[in-house]
T-cell receptor, first 115, second 111 residues
Framework: DTAVSQTPKYLVTQMGNDKSIKCEQN?????MYWYKQDSKKFLKIMFS???????INETVPNRFSPKSPDKAHLNLHINSLELGDSAVYFC??????????????FGPGTRLTVL | RKEVEQDPGPFNVPEGATVAFNCTYS??????FFWYRQDCRKEPKLLMS???SGNEDGRFTAQLNRASQYISLLIRDSKLSDSATYLC????????????FGAGTQVVVTP
């Protein structure tokens, strides 16, 4: 009965490679997010999609490209990986807008290590 | 200046004691406030929303001071299982759920 799931859980790769992380939610939410949590533990939003439409796009290198095939899935593709991309990437989902509906449910995270 | 600032701690708390900590936020237009809890190497999970009048959920009490732009969390009768990092989270209602997270306050409850 996993609510928000991500694959893979761990990803170790060489600099310059291209990799993808997948996220799926079965909560029936309309909005999904990608966050990056770096070594200093700050959780920073990268992207948000509402019903497959991009609505938040923070200052993120264009090597990062999100794709939402349907509202239950939001994948993250990263081109030409760099050392600084090493972090934990969390997917999250929520109902759209509103005070009480801002609760976000997070996936277990993908720990990316770039060597 | 960070949008949400927290004392990183750690706050070392004997079991059964009370611990309280604050966070400050910079955007006076912020409309929604939360405390999330993150265990080591796990995802953040909502602990409680914070309402203007203050609210309580069991041993946890949250307060909001809009004038001074800070939020507080108080944990009474601390349990070992309360050991975690507590993330202060602030959002703007009209921004499609864009939340600003603090870096967290670590609480360590000791026997």
């Amino acid at each position: 009965d996993t609510a928000v799931s991500q694959t893979p859980k761990y990803l170790v790769t060489q600099m310059g490679n291209d990799k993808s992380i997948k996220c799926e939610q079965n909560l029936g939410h309309d909005t999904m997010y990608w966050y990056k949590q770096d070594s200093k533990k700050f959780l920073k939003i990268m992207f948000s999609y509402n019903n497959k439409e991009l609505i938040i796009n923070e200052t993120v290198p264009n090597r990062f490209s999100p794709k939402s095939p349907d509202k239950a899935h939001l994948n993250l593709h990263i081109n030409s990986l760099e050392l600084g991309d090493s972090a934990v990437y969390f997917c999250a989902s929520s109902l759209p807008g509103g005070l009480d509906t801002d609760t976000q449910y997070f996936g277990p995270g993908t720990r990316l290590t770039v060597l | 200046r960070k949008e949400v600032e927290q004392d990183p701690g750690p706050f070392n708390v004997p079991e059964g004691a009370t611990v309280a900590f604050n966070c400050t936020y910079s955007n006076s237009a912020s409309q929604s406030f939360f405390w999330y809890r993150q265990d080591c190497r796990k995802e953040p999970k909502l602990l409680m929303s914070v309402y203007s009048s203050g609210n309580e959920d069991g041993r946890f009490t949250a307060q909001l001071n809009r004038a001074s732009q800070y939020i507080s969390l108080l944990i009474r009768d601390s349990k070992l299982s309360d050991s975690a990092t507590y993330l202060c989270v602030v959002g703007e209602t009209d921004s499609w759920g864009k939340l600003q997270f603090g870096a967290g306050t670590q609480v360590v409850v000791t026997p």
